[in-house]
């Protein structure tokens, strides 16, 4: 059971590349979630999902799109990198809305 | 505004100490609160509390929630080096007929021997 897998670990891009993080779980989880994570603030929601073609927009979702074709994966997609968008990411999932989350090993993204 | 607010930020004991985690949230159409360890990676999942006054226990670890207050606190006694993590305590809550979840910060405890 692999539960969340996030890939890459680790990339760096340049100011205008476009890049989609993959994130995948194996656990049959409706609802699925993606994080950033900055220093000292916290994880802050991108985008989350609560079912396979459903998406819907967090609290900073600017700059980042989502799709959520299968029950199992749920890519997230950069489009114009921004030095802003250095931070790391974290994909999660849960079975209903109220359960504790498995999270990804995430990924570490700087933009350069 | 932060909606789900931790303190201390960051805290330093000795190995065998007890510790007490805070965690205060603001937020309407409360539905769970939870509590995540994070050492170099991923959060792991702790507990989830949703109900006043009830305790939830693993081992040295432990958790109680206040809804009249909008507090929770996280307990770790005989404290160990193992312990060193970040804390972070986030709160479920409906929001615009959508489910949201906030956390907060988190707390930096560092365990030396």
């Known amino acids: 059971n692999a539960g969340v897998t996030q890939t890459p670990k680790f990339r760096i891009l340049k100011i205008g590349q476009s890049m989609t993080l993959q994130c995948a779980q194996d656990?049959?989880?409706?609802?699925m979630y993606w994080y950033r994570q900055d220093p000292g603030m916290g994880l802050k929601l991108i985008y989350y999902s609560v079912g396979a073609g459903i998406t819907d927009k967090g609290e900073v979702p600017n700059g980042y799109n989502v799709s959520r074709s299968t029950t199992e994966d749920f890519p997230l997609r950069l489009e114009l990198a921004a030095p802003s968008q250095t931070s790391v990411y974290f994909c999660a999932s849960s079975y209903t809305s109220g359960d504790g989350y498995t999270f990804g090993s995430g990924t570490r993204l700087t933009v350069v | 505004e932060d909606k789900v607010v931790q303190s201390p930020l960051s805290l330093v004991v000795h190995e065998g100490d007890t510790v007490t985690l805070n965690c205060s949230y603001e937020?309407?159409?409360?539905?769970?609160l939870l509590w995540y360890k994070q050492e170099k990676k991923a959060p792991t999942f702790l507990f989830m509390l949703t109900s006043s006054g009830i305790e939830k226990k693993s081992g040295r670890l432990s958790s109680i929630l206040d809804k009249k207050e909008l507090f929770s606190i996280l307990n770790i006694t005989a404290t160990q080096t193992g312990d060193s993590a970040i804390y972070l305590c986030a709160a479920t809550y409906s929001g615009a007929g959508s489910y949201q979840l906030t956390f907060g910060k988190g707390t930096k405890l560092s365990v030396i021997p």
């Open positions: 656990m049959n989880h409706n609802y």
């Open positions: 937020v309407t159409n409360f539905r769970s």
